[in-house]
């Protein structure tokens, strides 16, 4: 009979969110199993590893971005340092404007304070060759990209190094949540944390975490960039004399697996109207972004299960969202600090009460 095993936490998925939760438990030396079944379009390792503080539709600075920004930098930095990797690449992002209206609108934006440590430069005419920016374009700081694939890698043999690691499906019927603990297999813990993306389990069904299909496609160019190009589309270019990405699509409509033609088809064309240097398709990936309603992430313990909790809906942004929040998240568990009502569990617990039992 194979001995029991004791630890401290549990952890269901290593993808960005749970790769963060590890490493901020390892860091406290506490005793993790980790257990994590990856597949070919896991979102985290297909992630194009975009962060950049100004972002969406409307063109403003991201959620929380003064606190997420300077903490994804030292966090990463410090994950490269322990396991003497490097997936951190810091970049500027230049985002052409669509009219002289948007470019006077962040020359009035960029007098104040409230941009001040994201804008680099503001040009009021076309500046970089190979680039559709007549009416010039915002050059923005503290972006960069994640080399994801690299990072949850190193994350995954930091693990296996100091703690243990599972490369298996974990099974709702091999896991008891119990008052007293969890159980796995011959593994005893104090606390389970579900970092399981758009993968559903019994516990934390009724949460409304809906799959978002993305796409992106790899290019090969042999022309020269130190810049991410970003409107419609971000354009990453290469650390390694390798594979550029372009991205993404957003489709909730498609619940088709696999990637589409249609997907490629709006990448390209979005990418042409956006610059005009020769490129190759040489590939193309889709994931499934977990997501929420009110594009916050969730995490917190489960409202009747004490020592069980999650830490997902990490949506488009898991590269800037998870370092700072999984530290939340731990402080919260451990020392009882509270945790933002903006991403607290709590905001849904009515949809628990109400869900059939
Ligand atoms: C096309 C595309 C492009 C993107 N680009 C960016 C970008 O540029 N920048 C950015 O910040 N974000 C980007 N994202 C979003 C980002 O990928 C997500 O926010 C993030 O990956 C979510 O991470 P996660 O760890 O919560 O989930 P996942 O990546 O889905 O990881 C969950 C892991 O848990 C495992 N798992 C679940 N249940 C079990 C179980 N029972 N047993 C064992 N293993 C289990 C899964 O197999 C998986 O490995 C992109 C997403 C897509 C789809």
Known sequence: MTKSQDVDYIIIGQGLAGSAVAFQLLTMKKRILVIDQPLNNTSSRIAAGL??????QRVVKTWMADRLFPYLHEYYRGVEEVSGEKFLYPMQLYRPFGSFAE????????AGP??????????????????????????VRQCGYLDTKCYIESVRKLIAREAIFLDEEAAENDLSILPEGIRYKHYHAGKIIFCNGTHRNKWFDWLPIRPLKGETIRILSSHQQELIINRGVYIVPAHDGGDWRVG?????????????????REL????????????????????????????????????????CFIFNGMGTKGVSLTPFLSEMLIRSIEKGEAINKEVDIERYKLLYWSSPK
């Open 114 to 139: 409230e941009f001040e440590a994201y804008i680099e430069d503001i040009s009021t005419r076309a500046t970089y060759p190979n680039v559709n920016d007549v009416y010039g374009g915002l050059l």
């Open 268 to 307: 390209v064309e979005k990418m042409k109207e956006l610059v005009n240097f020769p490129f190759n398709i040489v590939g193309q990936e889709w994931g499934l972004r977990p997501t929420t309603p009110d594009r916050r992430p969730i995490l917190g313990r489960h409202p009747e299960l004490r020592s």
């Open 51 to 56: 962060f950049n503080p100004i972002t969406g």
């Open 103 to 110: 470019q006077n609108e962040w020359m009035a934006k960029s």
């Open 248 to 264: 993404a699509t957003y489709n909730l409509q498609d619940n088709n697996v696999g990637i589409s033609e249609d997907a490629r």
